[in-house]
């Protein structure tokens, strides 16, 4: 009896390297129709190589976006038309906004970090949003940008994009 606390412990350890072997959502649910502070975590290079470029592409139905500097780091937007035009609230609206936002720098593969952005999420309770991300490095590339068929889990996939699950709507 005394291995299964061990057991255990080595796959909790396990767990929690595999999740850092990916790009991730620090946050992995959030209200429908809400703010939310999207912090894309990267646990690594490419194959020992640093990575220089962090691409996150924001899903249709997210607007409002303001990606946070990071210093050391060069901050980039791609602004890009809307399908249709958004009710920003407070009688304003916008037809286009940051679609992309790209970070470039410099991060060792030995290091870990943290990109984040605020945005403002559709209202669609129940519904699952993919921020795929582009890293790419002095040698090579990973592209989390893999999105899960129907029936399907983001843990068959190689490189997933990181997912938002939305919740109900704050207070209901």
Same mark, same amino acid.
């Given at each position: ?22 790009? %991730?959502?620090? %946050?992995?649910? #959030? ?21 220089? %470029? ?9 607007? #409002? ?84 068929? #129907? ?11 990181? #997912? ?9």
């Amino acid at each position: 009896m005394k291995s299964l606390p061990v057991l255990a412990a080595i796959l909790a350890a396990t767990a929690t390297s595999t999740a850092f072997a990916h790009a %991730t959502l620090e %946050t992995r649910e #959030a209200p429908a129709d809400s703010y939310y502070k999207a912090v894309i975590r990267v646990g690594h290079g490419c194959d020992g190589s640093p990575t220089l %470029t962090l691409r996150l592409q924001i899903p249709d139905g997210v607007v #409002a976006v303001k990606p946070m500097p990071k210093p050391g780091w060069t901050l980039d937007t791609v602004i890009a038309p809307y399908p249709q035009p958004v009710d920003l609230g407070h009688g304003r609206t916008a037809s286009e906004g940051v679609r992309e936002v790209v970070w470039s720098g410099r991060l060792p593969d030995a290091h870990y970090d943290e990109f984040v952005a605020r945005v403002k999420l559709p209202d669609r309770p129940g519904a699952t949003l993919y921020f795929p991300v582009v890293q790419a490095c002095e040698k090579g590339a990973h592209r989390w940008i893999e999105i899960p068929a #129907a029936g399907r889990s983001a843990d068959d996939l190689e490189e997933p994009a990181p #997912a938002l699950r939305l919740g109900p709507k704050a207070g209901h």
